[in-house]
């Protein structure tokens, strides 16, 4: 049986053209998400989200351009010196390793934004959120350590490469438990609100929103990621190197993700993160004879609005959402304990 092969050349080039092109799509997102965040301003602006975006974009860029000087170095300037091959399977160069510590960094970012999800969909239960922010720190500290021997007198190549096997071990389990958490906290909310307020939806959208709440994508990309990695050759001058395919594209992945649920919790187009830490409630309905609106006026029932508190990207845009059946009618969300109140979520 004949070994797969892709040639490590072929994968830094592709690799860099799927960037590139990854890259101008994160950054028409990027732009449209700050200026709806810039927009909602003075609703308040979740600064540890807003910031985080930012950081991912800078670090998603700086990866581009070096990936970009690393195959002008590989296929033009030092095509008479060294061959490319050889070039972009020696990972100890600066230019490289320089690469390699931004994409650690945009790895950490990404799945602590997703952890910053887990928290708040939960109540921001700390309890909850502690577990999967050790395994980000380990997570960021052994992707480090294994970058980092290449600084070191003497390299362990064996120690290198079972650094780099838990780094990718330990964000594909974070990625895969968190997508699991946060796609039963959304499907529980959402199936129970949509059966107390008889509202349809279609389950291709459902579907659709679950994944890209979840983060589903990125955890998808992860699992391909490590298992490419798993049978990378160790010298990457033969065998399958289709893993640096996966590898140049992660960092765009990874922000381009949490960029666009905030772009879609502030456009309206799902729900922000703490209408999913929202107790489960029943909704009583009662006939009311007359209704009074905020304005003043009065008319044949009484309508309550709720103010949506949207954690990412906004710490509190004012999303009217009417809870009732019709105009006739005055819906109170009893919470859990057992008090009367209006739903906040």
Known sequence: MAVATFPIDEAYLIGGWLESFMWGVYTIMFAMTIYTIYQKRREGVNKFTTVTLVLLYVLATGHMSLALARLVQGFVLFRNIIDPVEYFANISLRLNMAKDYLYITNLFLGDLIIVWRLYVVYGKNLYIAAFPTLMCLAELAVGYASISQWLAPTQNFVV?????????????????????????????????????????????????????????????????????????????????????????????ITGLAPTCIIYAVNKGFTQPDSYYSSSPKDTLVFNSPTNTHPSGRTGTGTTLFTNAFASSGLDSSKQGSRCGGNESDTTIEKLGGGALSTSVV
């Open 160 to 252: 290198m490469d079972q650094l780099g096997s838990t780094m990718f071990s330990l964000s594909l389990a974070a990625n895969i438990i968190l997508t699991f958490v946060i796609v039963a906290r959304i499907w529980y909310v959402t199936h129970r609100s949509r059966k107390v307020l008889g509202v349809p939806g279609g389950n291709y959208t459902r579907v659709l929103l679950l994944l890209i709440e979840s983060g589903a994508l990125v955890a998808a990309a992860k699992l391909t990621e490590f298992v490419l990695f798993e049978l990378a050759p160790d010298d990457g001058i033969s065998g399958l190197n289709a893993i640096d395919v996966v590898y140049e594209c992660m960092p765009q």
